[in-house]
């Protein structure tokens, strides 16, 4: 059975191509896909970083440190920014915001839309505890302790 072909897909073919004449330098690697045949969250550069990248393998928002084969960036956050800006914004005349992100591209814990803020998991868009905050007298500080209050409850 033949397997589909997709971005991911050429883009290994070209790696095993390029592998088998040993024109593959030493921190490259073979691009990964998801079920859906589609990029991976995130790319890493051993010793060095790992980053989000888009389904289509485009670098997005989100960096951190490689630190070994098992890593893990699920990168909901920098994705979901990605959709937005591809489906949403260039719809509307104005500037769509979207959720705050980390610097690893997930979810900021703290969540808020005008004066309401929600607890949010930061790997997913699912949000735990919905509380009613006056920011004028609610610190990003208090706020992020409440939702870690709630995360471990």
């Given at each position: 059975?033949?397997?589909?072909?997709?971005?991911?897909?050429?883009?290994?073919?070209?790696?095993?191509?390029?592998?088998?004449?040993?024109?593959?330098?030493?921190?490259?690697?073979?691009?990964?896909?998801?079920?859906?045949?589609?990029?991976?969250?995130?790319?890493?550069?051993?010793?060095?970083?790992?980053?989000?990248?888009?389904?289509?393998g485009?670098?997005?928002?989100?960096?951190?440190?490689?630190?070994?084969?098992?890593?893990?960036?699920?990168?909901?956050?920098?994705?979901?920014?990605?959709?937005?800006?591809?489906?949403?914004?260039?719809?509307?005349?104005?500037?769509?915001?979207?959720?705050r992100?980390?610097?690893?591209?997930?979810?900021?814990?703290?969540?808020?839309?005008?004066?309401?803020?929600?607890?949010?998991?930061?790997?997913?868009?699912?949000?735990?505890?919905?509380f009613?905050?006056?920011?004028?007298?609610?610190?990003?500080?208090?706020?992020t302790?409440?939702?870690?209050?709630?995360?471990?409850?």
């Amino acid at each position: 059975m033949a397997r589909e072909t997709t971005a991911v897909s050429v883009d290994q073919d070209v790696f095993d191509a390029r592998a088998s004449r040993g024109e593959v330098g030493a921190l490259e690697r073979r691009p990964y896909c998801d079920a859906k045949g589609r990029f991976v969250a995130f790319d890493c550069v051993p010793t060095q970083t790992c980053f989000c990248q888009s389904e289509e393998g485009e670098r997005l928002f989100g960096e951190v440190l490689y630190t070994g084969p098992l890593q893990n960036m699920p990168c909901g956050c920098s994705r979901f920014n990605e959709q937005i800006r591809k489906l949403i914004s260039t719809k509307v005349p104005f500037p769509v915001p979207g959720p705050r992100c980390t610097a690893d591209g997930n979810f900021n814990p703290v969540q808020c839309i005008d004066r309401i803020c929600y607890c949010m998991i930061q790997t997913s868009i699912y949000f735990l505890k919905y509380f009613g905050q006056n920011l004028l007298t609610t610190t990003q500080r208090r706020a992020t302790t409440a939702c870690k209050k709630k995360q471990r409850s």
